[in-house]
């Protein structure tokens, strides 16, 4: 076996020194730090995690705002090798999935292989060192926290040191892309005129601003996806007492009830960490369950066929009869979505439809069409429903409200895979472009692209799901790419890049399938953008983890080593010597008319006499081939 693969300085007293690292792994979100788990329970800690931001988890880290919670049950949010037996309820609150997070960086003792507030800002293959090089920005610590255009905005008031303390470059032979998806905000609404003169502040649900005091305020607050409405309900109580709340809503999302845990909510609080810690098995039992619940919703929502349609339309009106009996008649209207339940992420709510009865609180569809310093206009015109609905009652008249700060719960960047990392791989091709060329961002299981050898993309464009937990699906690309990565740190094969057929063959199928899936129902969300899904996986997560378990080696250009060579030529030579082992046993237990316990005799007379004498022409050969080996 080749020689342990060390971090080390190369070229030391050169100019052109630089760290070489085995592994580089970007990003130390919940991806990222289950890599680096799982490398060191395979006994390999030469690898080093950079991350951009001021602290790990990544959207943990990242989205503080009030009500941020898990809205997956908790077991099944977690990692199946290192579970949490003592989650304080079942949808636990963002600080406890990032004190979780931490606790494995501390059980697994990597914390001395993270770098913060380091950004990776672009890969580079170099072809003759068969090696990823990678520039580093080493950033003012805390500056990683914001966005990129608050980013720009520091820097043109004060200056590139006021983000950036130098550059670095490092070189590595594998390099794993573990960033996030709900890490970069949307920005401010384009289509909005006045944000300037706006005198209030203006923050995103994502950069949560501590410092705003929103007592007696008349906030606004633009989205209705799942941060908004995990926010919204808390803004009018302790301890932030806003005087009004006004939300702004494009088009209204399918609502459906959380989950209830077993024993009830005080039961399960009570009870649970104790049963799952004591019981054998117990925590593993209600994991699966969490996870067959989710995949009974693949098959009978997610897919699409007659069966489907009969079961979605029958959930709708029972989800619609449920949102009329919460909220008030006025909003009945507006609530009522006109597509398919699962196009759009769904909200798993408790609070929000309830919150809607609370006076200081209002929703609308009319659109923001101009903000001026101390207030909003909203319409005339409506987004929902359309206009051309003359039968709807929905008001289209232009009003203006008071406003003293606005909050953006309109999403993330999530369609734009990778940015703004660059990748340049084989030939000095942009992995944008290539995306670009053939369509739109994507990736062999959302794992790896041909022309970017030794690159694995962990949760990369259509690895999300509508109704599992994004940790089994990271989890699944972190094992499928240590099958991978094992042989290269093992000396066996120099690089592994997927063949071009391979990926171009599953995206196509990856495409065609969401067309016929839910996810094509009529909703404009963020998993697709101008037709492009590249966001949804179209199938169950039972076969994804089937495909991730299973590699399909053909579908993979694996440029072997000498070292590897040999081992596989070895292993061809005994598979070839033990299959005629056993056609020769039971040829001679025929002729002879042997019993079973005979027929264990003449096996092992055999192994002894023709697998030795196999082994032995197995050496010769290995001999032979490392003669005629170049020096």
Same mark, same amino acid.
């Given at each position: 076996?080749?020689?342990?693969?060390?971090?080390?300085?190369?070229?030391?007293?050169?100019?052109?020194?630089?760290?070489?690292?085995?592994?580089?792994?970007?990003?130390?979100?919940?991806?990222?730090?289950?890599?680096?788990?799982?490398?060191?329970?395979?006994?390999?800690?030469?690898?080093?995690?950079?991350?951009?931001?001021?602290?790990?988890?990544?959207?943990?880290?990242?989205?503080?705002?009030?009500?941020?919670?898990?809205?997956?049950?908790?077991?099944?949010?977690?990692?199946?090798?290192?579970?949490?037996?003592?989650?304080?309820?079942?949808?636990?609150?963002?600080?406890?999935?990032?004190?979780?997070?931490?606790?494995?960086?501390?059980?697994?003792?990597?914390?001395?292989?993270?770098?913060?507030?380091?950004?990776?800002?672009?890969?580079?293959?170099?072809?003759?060192?068969?090696?990823?090089?990678?520039?580093?920005?080493?950033?003012?610590?805390?500056?990683?926290?914001?966005?990129?255009?608050?980013?720009?905005?520091?820097? *043109?008031?004060?200056?590139? @040191?006021?983000?950036?303390?130098? %550059?670095?470059? &490092?070189?590595?032979?594998?390099? /794993? #892309?573990? $960033?996030?998806?709900?890490?970069?905000?949307?920005?401010?609404?384009?289509?909005?005129?006045?944000?300037?003169?706006?005198?209030?502040?203006?923050?995103?649900? *994502?950069?949560?601003?501590? @410092?705003?005091?929103?007592?007696? %305020?008349?906030? &606004?607050?633009?989205?209705?996806? /799942? #941060?908004? $409405?995990?926010?919204?309900?808390?803004?009018?109580?302790?301890?932030?007492?806003?005087?009004?709340?006004?939300?702004?809503?494009?088009?209204?999302?399918?609502?459906?009830?959380?989950?209830?845990?077993?024993?009830?909510?005080?039961?399960?609080?009570?009870?649970?960490?104790?049963?799952? #810690?004591?019981?054998?098995?117990?925590?593993?039992?209600?994991?699966?369950?969490?996870?067959?619940?989710?995949?009974?919703?693949?098959?009978?929502?997610?897919?699409?066929?007659?069966?489907?349609?009969?079961?979605?339309?029958?959930?709708?009106?029972?989800?619609?009869?449920?949102?009329?009996?919460?909220?008030?008649?006025?909003?009945?209207?507006?609530?009522?979505?006109?597509?398919?339940?699962?196009?759009?992420?769904?909200?798993?709510?408790?609070?929000?439809?309830?919150?809607?009865?609370?006076?200081?609180?209002?929703?609308?569809?009319?659109?923001?069409?101009?903000?001026?310093?101390?207030?909003?206009?909203?319409?005339?015109?409506?987004?929902?429903?359309?206009?051309?609905?003359?039968?709807?009652?929905?008001?289209?008249?232009?009003?203006?409200?008071?406003?003293?700060?606005?909050?953006?719960?309109?999403?993330?960047?999530?369609?734009?895979?990778?940015?703004?990392?660059?990748?340049?791989?084989?030939?000095?091709?942009?992995?944008?472009?290539?995306?670009?060329?053939?369509?739109?961002?994507?990736?062999?299981?959302?794992?790896?692209?041909?022309?970017?050898?030794?690159?694995?993309?962990?949760?990369?464009?259509?690895?999300?799901?509508?109704?599992?937990?994004?940790?089994?699906?990271?989890?699944?690309?972190?094992?499928?790419?240590?099958?991978?990565?094992?042989?290269?740190?093992?000396?066996?094969?120099?690089?592994?890049?997927?063949?071009?057929?391979?990926?171009?063959?599953?995206?196509?199928?990856?495409?065609?399938?969401?067309?016929?899936?839910?996810?094509?129902?009529?909703?404009?969300?963020?998993?697709?953008?101008?037709?492009?899904?590249?966001?949804?996986?179209?199938?169950?997560?039972?076969?994804?983890?089937?495909?991730?378990?299973?590699?399909?080696?053909?579908?993979?250009?694996?440029?072997?080593?000498?070292?590897?060579?040999?081992?596989?030529?070895?292993?061809?030579?005994?598979?070839?010597?033990?299959?005629?082992?056993?056609?020769?046993?039971?040829?001679?237990?025929?002729?002879?008319?042997?019993?079973?316990?005979?027929?264990?005799?003449?096996?092992?007379?055999?192994?002894?006499?023709?697998?030795?004498?196999?082994?032995?022409?197995?050496?010769?050969?290995?001999?032979?081939?490392?003669?005629?080996?170049?020096?």
């Amino acid at each position: 076996m080749s020689p342990p693969d060390t971090i080390r300085v190369v070229n030391g007293l050169e100019k052109n020194a630089y760290t070489y690292y085995p592994i580089l792994i970007v990003g130390a979100g919940e991806s990222g730090i289950a890599l680096a788990a799982r490398l060191k329970e395979e006994g390999f800690d030469q690898y080093r995690l950079f991350e951009r931001q001021a602290g790990i988890g990544g959207t943990w880290w990242i989205n503080r705002y009030p009500g941020v919670a898990c809205d997956v049950p908790a077991p099944f949010y977690s990692f199946s090798f290192s579970q949490n037996y003592s989650w304080a309820n079942l949808y636990p609150e963002g600080a406890e999935i990032y004190k979780y997070l931490s606790d494995i960086i501390e059980k697994y003792q990597f914390v001395d292989k993270i770098q913060l507030n380091t950004d990776v800002s672009e890969l580079r293959w170099l072809e003759d060192a068969q090696l990823w090089e990678a520039d580093l920005t080493h950033m003012v610590p805390g500056t990683g926290d914001l966005s990129r255009k608050a980013l720009n905005q520091r820097i *043109a008031k004060k200056g590139r @040191e006021s983000v950036y303390l130098r %550059k670095e470059t &490092v070189r590595a032979r594998i390099v /794993c #892309s573990c $960033a996030g998806g709900l890490v970069e905000p949307n920005a401010w609404p384009s289509s909005i005129p006045g944000r300037d003169l706006f005198e209030g502040p203006v923050f995103h649900s *994502a950069r949560w601003d501590d @410092e705003v005091d929103l007592t007696d %305020k008349n906030v &606004v607050v633009v989205g209705t996806g /799942c #941060s908004a $409405a995990q926010l919204v309900p808390r803004l009018t109580k302790e301890p932030y007492n806003a005087s009004t709340v006004t939300q702004i809503m494009r088009s209204p999302p399918w609502v459906v009830p959380k989950a209830k845990p077993p024993g009830g909510k005080e039961g399960y609080e009570k009870y649970s960490p104790t049963l799952f #810690s004591t019981v054998p098995g117990m925590a593993k039992l209600f994991r699966f369950i969490c996870f067959a619940t989710g995949e009974k919703d693949w098959f009978t929502i997610f897919d699409d066929n007659s069966w489907n349609h009969k079961y979605r339309k029958k959930l709708e009106l029972q989800m619609v009869e449920r949102m009329k009996s919460i909220v008030p008649e006025k909003y009945h209207e507006i609530l009522t979505p006109d597509y398919a339940i699962g196009c759009k992420r769904r909200i798993f709510d408790e609070d929000w439809l309830p919150s809607l009865n609370d006076p200081k609180i209002e929703l609308t569809t009319k659109p923001i069409t101009k903000v001026s310093p101390k207030s909003i206009t909203i319409g005339p015109g409506r987004t929902y429903p359309d206009m051309s609905d003359t039968n709807s009652k929905v008001s289209i008249e232009e009003e203006t409200i008071p406003a003293d700060v606005i909050i953006l719960g309109n999403g993330f960047e999530v369609t734009t895979w990778l940015h703004p990392l660059k990748i340049r791989g084989k030939g000095g091709k942009y992995m944008q472009d290539v995306w670009d060329e053939r369509g739109g961002p994507q990736a062999y299981l959302g794992l790896a692209m041909d022309g970017f050898p030794n690159l694995f993309i962990i949760f990369g464009p259509n690895t999300a799901t509508g109704h599992s937990s994004v940790i089994l699906a990271s989890e699944n690309m972190v094992e499928y790419s240590l099958k991978l990565i094992k042989k290269i740190l093992h000396g066996d094969v120099s690089t592994i890049e997927v063949k071009k057929e391979s990926e171009v063959a599953w995206t196509k199928l990856v495409q065609e399938r969401n067309k016929k899936s839910v996810f094509n129902g009529g909703c404009q969300s963020w998993y697709q953008r101008d037709g492009w899904n590249a966001t949804a996986y179209p199938y169950s997560q039972i076969d994804f983890t089937l495909r991730c378990m299973f590699p399909k080696w053909s579908d993979w250009d694996l440029q072997y080593t000498p070292e590897g060579q040999l081992k596989k030529a070895a292993r061809q030579v005994l598979g070839i010597l033990l299959l005629l082992v056993v056609i020769v046993t039971g040829y001679a237990l025929r002729q002879q008319g042997s019993n079973v316990f005979s027929g264990f005799k003449i096996l092992n007379h055999l192994l002894r006499r023709y697998v030795k004498q196999g082994l032995f022409s197995a050496l010769d050969l290995v001999n032979r081939a490392i003669t005629m080996l170049p020096d």
